[in-house]
């Protein structure tokens, strides 16, 4: 098996590219690293697997999937493509903020080109398009495995234009199945957070006592998985050479989704572990409430500070539309840590690392909300 | 009422001390980004927020999301405020 892995770089990406290391024999992994030339491209991945120790077993090659033809020669693409059996497209833009036409362009644009690629494959047997249960948008109650919006808005770009690049896959004619993933804040084996995301900056804000108001309720849960555990089970996924085109599965936490409560828990233990203060519980906005938080120009009447409110203003349909996703139990190969074990190692690592600043001193910034003595 | 671009870079100015008060002020420069001096995603959402609650001007996230350093945003939060002062 010959592997074509995009967004190698990526949380998940790497997270495969760990899995895939830590065995004596792995198929061949091709990655495609997006860079300006080939010289910096081949730098930026030594560098890459330099810094999370990946070794030398994986194969680079410098391309993007926003350019035609991927980017690469003519020469390039021959040899690739009589080699790969399998694509993983994990390459996303994933920002919650993007304009539509920046995330289409990646998203929709960029997995229409893989897909033209992959029409030159002659071994190619399958193609997994990794997305996200969010695509469910601001539908709410139970999603079932493969459900859509159903009529429901989205929370933002990102989902939208995921919706709409598995359309693209599914209608391509190719061995198309779909995995989409939770919210993924880190791993479960030691809290590492590849990238800083909006979800983390509702956790600082949390634990800052900048955001002490939340739409929702405590029993309202969020599905979100440890970032290892769902590359792991995503690998022996693609051992299982037998598949169904165009299939959608769930890699969710579906019942065990953790509730506000649990997570606001998590995030008072890692602060109280580390002598930080730790704020009160959050109140629980009706819809009402929250409607007005959000149109405020004073949200911080409502212990919620400005910047928080345009986080909120982003995200907070995560929290507002509650949901409860159906997962593929097939795929959930492995027992996950328990989450009240995960999250407070996510959110440890997080304060240790300072939220990803570039400096060793915590931020002291003053709390809108009353906080705890730690 | 117009502003000056250097009355906005003021204003960027101190919200970023206000937010991050551990961060070098001396460097604080048009060309460096919040990031490079040490904010979080958190502090920078804060400070432009914060800005822009002060020029009573009103950006999207998206219109922001491309802009690479503090000088970037002050053009784009002056563009905002002269648009606004008509």
Same mark, same amino acid.
């Given at each position: 098996?010959?592997?074509?892995?995009?967004?190698?770089?990526?949380?998940?990406?790497?997270?495969?590219?760990?899995?895939?290391?830590?065995?004596?024999?792995?198929?061949?992994?091709?990655?495609?690293?997006?860079?300006?030339?080939?010289?910096?491209?081949?730098?930026?991945?030594?560098?890459?697997?330099?810094?999370?120790?990946?070794?030398?077993?994986?194969?680079?090659?410098?391309?993007?999937?926003?350019?035609?033809?991927?980017?690469?020669?003519?020469?390039?693409?021959?040899?690739?493509?009589?080699?790969?059996?399998?694509?993983?497209?994990?390459?996303?833009?994933?920002?919650?903020?993007?304009?539509?036409?920046?995330?289409?362009?990646?998203?929709?644009?960029?997995?229409?080109?893989?897909?033209?690629?992959?029409?030159?494959?002659?071994?190619?047997?399958?193609?997994?398009?990794?997305?996200?249960?969010? &695509?469910?948008?601001?539908?709410?109650?139970?999603?079932?495995?493969?459900?859509?919006?159903?009529?429901?808005?989205?929370?933002?770009?990102?989902?939208?234009?995921?919706?709409?690049?598995?359309?693209?896959?599914?209608?391509?004619?190719?061995? &198309?199945?779909?995995?989409?993933?939770?919210?993924?804040?880190?791993?479960?084996?030691?809290?590492?957070?590849?990238?800083?995301?909006?979800?983390?900056?509702?956790?600082?804000?949390?634990?800052?006592?900048?955001?002490?108001?939340?739409?929702?309720?405590?029993?309202?849960?969020?599905?979100?998985?440890?970032?290892?555990?769902?590359?792991?089970?995503?690998?022996?996924?693609?051992?299982?050479?037998?598949?169904?085109?165009?299939?959608?599965?769930?890699?969710?936490?579906?019942?065990?989704?953790?509730?506000?409560?649990?997570?606001?828990?998590?995030?008072?233990?890692?602060?109280?572990?580390?002598?930080?203060?730790?704020?009160?519980?959050?109140?629980?906005?009706?819809?009402?409430?929250?409607?007005?938080?959000?149109?405020?120009?004073?949200?911080?009447?409502?212990?919620?500070?400005?910047?928080?409110?345009?986080?909120?203003?982003?995200?907070?349909?995560?929290?507002?539309?509650?949901?409860?996703?159906?997962?593929?139990?097939?795929?959930?190969?492995?027992?996950?840590?328990?989450?009240?074990?995960?999250?407070?190692?996510?959110?440890?690592?997080?304060?240790?690392?300072?939220?990803?600043?570039?400096?060793?001193?915590?931020?002291?910034?003053?709390?809108?909300?009353?906080?705890?003595?730690? | 009422?117009?502003?000056?671009?250097?009355?906005?870079?003021?204003?960027?100015?101190?919200?970023?001390?206000?937010?991050?008060?551990?961060?070098?002020?001396?460097?604080?420069?048009?060309?460096?980004?919040?990031?490079?001096?040490?904010?979080?995603?958190?502090?920078?959402?804060?400070?432009?927020?914060?800005?822009?609650?002060?020029?009573?001007?009103?950006?999207?996230?998206?219109?922001?999301?491309?802009?690479?350093?503090?000088?970037?945003?002050?053009?784009?939060?002056?563009?905002?405020?002269?648009?606004?002062?008509?």
């Amino acid at each position: 098996m010959a592997i074509l892995l995009t967004g190698a770089t990526g949380s998940f990406g790497l997270e495969l590219l760990r899995s895939w290391a830590a065995r004596r024999e792995m198929p061949d992994i091709y990655c495609l690293v997006r860079a300006p030339d080939t010289a910096r491209g081949l730098a930026r991945w030594e560098a890459f697997c330099e810094v999370h120790s990946l070794g030398r077993r994986f194969i680079p090659v410098v391309g993007d999937i926003e350019q035609t033809e991927l980017g690469l020669s003519l020469a390039s693409r021959r040899d690739l493509q009589a080699r790969i059996t399998t694509i993983v497209h994990a390459a996303a833009h994933i920002r919650f903020d993007a304009p539509y036409a920046l995330a289409h362009a990646v998203n929709v644009a960029g997995t229409a080109r893989l897909l033209d690629f992959a029409r030159g494959c002659a071994k190619l047997n399958r193609v997994c398009q990794i997305s996200t249960l969010y &695509v469910a948008g601001q539908r709410m109650g139970l999603v079932p495995v493969g459900g859509g919006p159903d009529g429901a808005p989205f929370n933002n770009s990102y989902e939208q234009t995921k919706l709409e690049a598995e359309a693209v896959a599914l209608g391509s004619g190719l061995p &198309v199945e779909i995995v989409r993933l939770s919210l993924m804040p880190g791993r479960q084996s030691d809290g590492h957070v590849h990238r800083y995301l909006d979800l983390h900056m509702l956790f600082e804000a949390f634990g800052r006592g900048l955001c002490s108001a939340v739409p929702g309720n405590g029993e309202t849960c969020l599905d979100m998985l440890p970032v290892d555990y769902s590359a792991a089970c995503l690998a022996a996924h693609l051992d299982e050479p037998a598949f169904t085109p165009g299939a959608i599965h769930a890699l969710a936490a579906g019942k065990q989704a953790p509730s506000l409560t649990v997570m606001y828990e998590s995030i008072a233990m890692a602060r109280s572990q580390r002598g930080l203060p730790v704020p009160p519980p959050p109140a629980f906005l009706p819809d009402a409430d929250y409607a007005a938080l959000l149109s405020s120009e004073e949200p911080e009447q409502f212990g919620v500070s400005f910047g928080t409110q345009t986080i909120l203003r982003t995200v907070g349909g995560y929290l507002a539309k509650a949901k409860t996703f159906a997962p593929s139990e097939k795929l959930l190969a492995f027992t996950p840590t328990p989450l009240a074990e995960w999250l407070p190692r996510v959110i440890g690592f997080a304060l240790d690392d300072n939220w990803g600043r570039r400096r060793n001193s915590p931020a002291r910034m003053p709390a809108v909300g009353k906080m705890h003595a730690p | 009422m117009s502003v000056s671009k250097d009355e906005v870079f003021a204003v960027v100015r101190k919200h970023l001390l206000d937010i991050c008060p551990d961060i070098d002020a001396a460097a604080i420069a048009p060309g460096v980004s919040m990031k490079d001096l040490g904010a979080s995603s958190l502090d920078m959402v804060e400070v432009v927020s914060c800005a822009m609650r002060e020029l009573a001007v009103r950006i999207s996230r998206q219109d922001l999301s491309d802009i690479k350093d503090i000088g970037g945003l002050v053009d784009r939060l002056h563009d905002a405020a002269m648009t606004k002062a008509g």
